[in-house]
């Protein structure tokens, strides 16, 4: 199979259940900022993080897949036995527990920090905000055309990988600049 089909070189592509689109709707843009958020967790992880956060990214790119399979299939299409294409409250719980156990490491914040670090830390600040550009995206697509668990799973990862962010950095020992 060759990677490349030519059927999008006129702008358009097809969503999961065939219907073509241009390559600038939004559902397109919303699920090529997963995408994008993907990606930038496999540079963290090329870039050197503990065992155990390292463990979470391969969990979170698995489930931004699911992510995109979803926002890829406005039909709903995906049968519901395919289990890894799910993003459920059992996904988010999972996110909300790792926040809990990693702020344990941490001090309180009590004032905005500025984006640094080592390079795995400032690639989890970058990885934050493109997750926050893609739940923007995923929101302008409206309520009745997603699954709610799909926009609280990137609202909470944000919150994950900023704390991912400080827990990179305190333990390489790259000290929170103040804003």
Not at 104 to 113: D, T, V
Not at 114 to 127: D, I, P, Q, T
Not at 148 to 169: E, G, I, K, Q, W
Request: with cysteine.
């Amino acid at each position: 199979m060759k990677i490349y089909t030519r059927t999008g070189d006129a702008g358009d592509t097809a969503l999961f259940d065939g219907t073509r689109v241009r390559k600038s709707d939004r559902r397109v843009a919303a699920y090529g900022d997963v995408d994008e958020l993907n990606a930038w967790l496999g540079l963290v992880r090329a870039a050197g993080v503990d065992e155990d956060i390292a463990d979470m990214i391969v969990r979170i790119q698995r489930d931004l897949f699911a992510l995109g399979a979803r926002l890829a299939d406005p039909s709903h299409r995906i049968a519901e036995r395919v289990t890894k294409a799910t993003v459920t409250s059992e996904e988010i719980a999972r996110l909300e527990g790792w926040i809990d156990a990693l702020e344990a490491e941490l001090p309180p914040l009590r004032k905005f920090i500025l984006a640094r670090g080592s390079v795995a830390g400032a690639s989890l600040h970058v990885a934050r905000t493109t997750c926050r550009r893609a739940e923007r995206a995923i929101a302008s697509l409206g309520p009745d055309s997603l699954e709610p668990a799909l926009l609280t799973y990137v609202n909470r990862l944000s919150d994950l990988l900023f704390v991912m962010a400080r827990v990179v950095n305190r333990r390489a020992a790259s000290p929170e600049l103040e804003w």
